[in-house]
């Protein structure tokens, strides 16, 4: 337990000084715009794909599980339209993320502390974590343009399943979606997603930076850093639903 606070604290501190002793903008505008093409536009290939398919797979299991003639084929899209919006494209996505853009971002910068580089930049007065950690906060503030893309796609997704499938009319589908559609599931989804963001960029820098060992840790500290963020968006999730939708 007291292990377990001490590397919460070393987490809040960390927080604090990236913010510190900020780097020269014409020396950071180059770091965000890579980290923006890493971490946002490199992950945007696994987001469509994995969308568009559980999309139409929801609508498929919906359907096949409406055995209730008076139930009407329109609760296919709107069970599509809420698994998607609500909990798939910013809690689901968040975790893949984790796997892919977290092990990126703990590999890249615990190769760095490996090989010495960040020691070298602490001996030339620069601010490591602010250099290391700040563009990938940045970068991550345009986290909920990729769950906006997952929303699109998984919907869209399971329209084309619905409706080739034979399961609904594209018109039933389309009155699903509008059913009952409440803006402030949008504005929860987004809510989320900014949290989600940051806790992505900096859970894994976290176990990146502090690592100790040689290039066997990377790789330990890369799997330590994957389950530490599922497992804090996970319960970041619960209570912001409470706190939001109870």
Known sequence: MIKALHYIGMYFLMIKEVFNKPTKWKVMKPLILKEIDDLIIGSMGI?????????AVVAIQTALNLNNPLIPKSLIAFATRQSVILEFAPTFI???????????????IGTMRVTEQIDALEVMGVNSLNYLVFPKIIAFLLYPFVISVSMFLGILGGWIAGVYGGFVGSDEFIQGIQTE???FHVFYAFFKTFI????????????GF???GGALEVGKASTTAFVWTSVVIILLNYIVTQLLLS
Request: net charge positive; charged share 5%; hydrophobic share 55%.
């Open 181 to 183: 559609f409440k803006p």
């Open 94 to 108: 968040s975790i893949i993320m984790a796997g892919r853009a977290g092990s990126y971002i703990t590999s890249s």
């Open 196 to 207: 989600f963001g940051f806790m992505l960029a900096t859970i894994p820098s976290f176990h």
């Open 210 to 212: 502090f690592m100790k």
């Open 47 to 55: 987001v469509a794909f994995i969308s568009f398919f559980i999309g």
